[in-house]
């Protein structure tokens, strides 16, 4: 038999696509003959995964697990829809964000983790289940947050199932209030932030980039006017705050009462609990966005294929 190295295992992986445990096993299954190998995989389904990796995986689910202080979103890719609703799909996801609250060290650390039950890491148990499931998909992103006094709530909007949807948020509420009031505030921030989208909590989080670019296109437009440099100044400072409202947490009108802005509804929090509230940091994961959707459909595929032959 022969000796099943590292190599071998990396070299079949490389020509099938299959995760790193099912390779090791088609070697030992086949005595570490190569081809047999890949035929082995072939007739289990495990070696498509490859032939489906350069398809575009926009659709998927967004998974949120909380658990006290600390909270996790991912983001599970797939090529289209009805996987979101597929029981084995909806599993994963669930497990790989439960997984993230435990796991240091960010995506890289997560795909690297054992996947329970399995025998597989997390990457593996995503490749078995791209064979399985005959389409691809990828785990795109994962952000934890934890705070050391305080409580971290989680919201999902329009549920497919329990902790599972198309808009995932977590906000980390510091303070020494009590949980169970802080997480009633927190389920509200969280139903806030999925609906008015801001990019960060105060105004010095902001991206400058992102500010450098607002001033310079609300400067050309104050130019239009005609108006005096001095007053083009004034006028940009005075529609940066506009801005500002529109993009910073703190500064945003609460959507739950339509009147306070959010940092005023903190300040309300603190008193009612008798212990200052603050947001920590928040994250908002909105399924595949910033993917470039392929807009060809099964027609047009045919016809390339035809083309082709």
């Not at 990457?123 to 994962?142: F, K, P, W």
């Not at 509200?188 to 999925?194: D, E, K, N």
């Not at 529109?246 to 945003?252: I, N, P, Y």
Request: proline share 2%.
């Amino acid at each position: 038999m022969a000796e099943i190295t590292a190599a071998l295992v990396k070299e079949l992986r490389e020509k099938t696509g299959a995760g790193m445990m099912d390779c090791k096993k088609a070697l030992t299954e086949t005595e570490g003959d190569l081809e047999g190998a890949v035929d082995w995989l072939r007739k289990k389904g495990l070696s498509a995964a490859a032939k489906k990796a350069g398809r575009t995986a926009a659709e998927g689910l967004v998974g949120v697990a909380v658990d006290g202080p600390r909270g996790a979103v991912v983001e599970v890719n797939a090529e289209t829809d009805f996987v979101a609703r597929n029981e084995l799909f909806q599993a994963y996801v669930s497990t790989v964000a439960g997984l993230a609250l435990s796991v240091e060290g960010g995506l890289e650390a997560l795909v690297s983790a054992d996947y329970p039950g399995s025998g597989r890491t997390v990457a593996d148990e995503l490749t078995h289940l791209i064979a399985t499931i005959g389409e691809n998909m990828s785990l795109r992103r994962v952000t934890v947050l934890s705070v050391p006094q305080g409580q971290v709530v989680g919201y999902v909007h329009s549920q497919t199932a329990e902790g599972l949807g198309k808009i995932g948020v977590i906000v980390a509420l510091e303070s020494a209030g009590p949980a169970e009031k802080l997480q009633a505030l927190g389920k509200q921030l969280a139903m806030h932030i999925a609906a008015a989208n801001p990019v960060a909590v105060d105004r010095g989080a902001v991206d400058t980039t992102l500010v450098d670019r607002e001033r310079d296109v609300l400067a050309e437009q104050a130019r239009a006017s005609g108006r005096p440099e001095e007053i083009i100044a004034k006028m940009v400072e005075g529609r940066l705050r506009k801005f500002y409202e529109e993009v910073v947490l703190l500064e945003q009108t609460f959507v739950i009462d339509g009147e306070n802005k959010v940092s005023k509804v903190l300040e309300n929090a603190g008193k009612d609990m008798g212990a200052p509230v603050s947001v920590a940091a928040f994250a908002r994961f909105q399924l595949g966005e910033g993917v470039e959707k392929s807009q060809s459909d099964f027609a047009s595929e045919v016809a390339a294929a035809a083309g082709r032959a």
